[in-house]
C-alpha cells in the first residue's frame, strides 16, 4: 500500500532553520514529482514546493528564496530545507505527488510539526 512517512519538524526560533524528510514507497516514489504542503491552523492546505523526477523546482512565492526541495531517488526520500523561518511558517507539514490544487494522489501521512516562534 502506498505510504508516506514524514519526520524533521519541531519547534524553532524565528531565523533559525529544520529540514523534512518524507519517506516514501517506491510504487509512490518513482517517475512521480513529488511536493510538500502545509497545513496552518484555521487554514486550508496549501502546496509550498515541488520537484520533477528530473529534478525541476517549483515553489510558493511565500517561501521562495528561503525552502528547498530535493529528493534522493535511491533511498526514496524527499527533503525540505527550510531557513530563515518565521511564524507564519508554523504548520503541519506533509508531502505527497501533486495534483490538481492542494490535492495529493496517494493516503496523506501523519505530517510533521513546524512551530516557529517568534
Known amino acids: 500500500q502506498a505510504q508516506l512517512v514524514e519526520s524533521g519538524g519541531g519547534l524553532v526560533q524565528a531565523g533559525g532553520s529544520l529540514r523534512l524528510s518524507c519517506a516514501a514507497s517506491g510504487s509512490i516514489f518513482r517517475f512521480n514529482t513529488m511536493g510538500w504542503y502545509r497545513q496552518a491552523p484555521g487554514k486550508q492546505r496549501e502546496l509550498v514546493a515541488r520537484?520533477?523526477?528530473?529534478?525541476?523546482?517549483n515553489y510558493d512565492d511565500s517561501v521562495k528564496a528561503r525552502f528547498t526541495i530535493s529528493r534522493d531517488d535511491a533511498k526514496n526520500t524527499v527533503y525540505l530545507q527550510m531557513m530563515s523561518l518565521r511564524p507564519d511558517d508554523t504548520a503541519v507539514y506533509y508531502c505527497?505527488?501533486?495534483?490538481?490544487?492542494?490535492?495529493?494522489?496517494?493516503?496523506w501521512g501523519q505530517g510533521t510539526q513546524v512551530t516557529v516562534s517568534s
Open positions: 505527497n505527488v501533486p495534483t490538481l490544487g492542494a490535492n495529493g494522489a496517494v493516503p
Open positions: 520537484i520533477t523526477s528530473a529534478g525541476s523546482t
